[in-house]
């Protein structure tokens, strides 16, 4: 069983919508929780980096972490086409990250 | 451009050659990581290093596999005797000191096909 287990995908959404993306993680000692996006043949790039259990708001863009229950979401308001790309969702421990294997979304004008 | 960057981006080889790619991390960025990532999967780890000092690798890396960073600033990743299941994207990543030493960012990647 892997570490880190995301919501697999894909997600096809109309211009507008709210979009929850999840994941579940199983080592405990995982202390960071960052949210990247990758586009087709790119490299990853942050999104959102949060250590506490709680909510972060960055403009559209809310990370929500759940130590407790080991959960993770993020979600997307007034989601836009150009917010298709794969979502990856990462943890540190600390230093290197372990992460899920992405959830590709796709939102529809 | 302040960012990371990857040299080469596409790398097409034999298998049993040898190849080496490098990495070029943001300037100060004193850790600097490398990973893979094969399609449908997220980036798997496979060693970084803290200036010049490799702190950790992967089990993933076989002996087949060695990174350097001599003087603390540019990486290389060798691969020897290159095998079929080599092909991959492989992501270095860099990041700063201090609190925002998880705040990863990463290059555009080579892409290494084995044929």
């Known amino acids: 069983q892997k570490e880190v287990e995301q919501d697999p995908g894909p997600l096809s959404v109309p211009e507008g919508a709210i979009v929850s993306l999840n994941c579940t993680y199983s080592n405990s000692a995982f202390q960071y929780f960052m949210w990247y996006r990758q586009y087709s043949r790119k490299g990853p790039e942050l999104l959102m980096y949060?250590?506490?259990?709680g909510n972060k708001e960055d403009g559209r863009f809310t990370a929500q972490v759940d130590k407790s229950s080991k959960y993770i979401s993020l979600f997307i308001r007034d989601s836009q086409p150009s917010d298709s790309a794969t979502y990856l969702c990462?943890?540190?421990?600390?230093?290197?990250?372990?992460f899920g294997d992405g959830t590709t979304l796709t939102v529809k004008p | 451009d302040t960012g990371v960057s990857q040299d080469p981006r596409h790398k097409i080889t034999k298998r049993g050659q040898n190849v080496t790619f490098r990495c070029d991390p943001i300037s100060e960025h004193n850790r600097l990581y490398w990973y893979r990532q094969t399609l449908g999967q997220g980036p798997e780890f496979l060693t970084y290093f803290q200036n010049e000092a490799q702190l950790e690798k992967s089990r993933l890396l076989s002996d087949r596999f060695s990174a350097e960073r001599p003087k603390g600033s540019f990486s290389t990743l060798e691969i020897q005797r290159t095998e079929q299941g080599d092909s991959a994207m492989y992501l270095c990543?860099?990041?700063?000191?201090?609190?925002?030493?998880?705040?990863?960012?990463f290059g555009p990647g080579t892409r290494l096909t084995v044929l």
């Open positions: 949060t250590y506490s259990s």
């Open positions: 990543a860099s990041s700063p000191r201090g609190q925002s030493y998880n705040e990863q960012f």
């Open positions: 990462a943890m540190n421990h600390p230093g290197k990250s372990t």
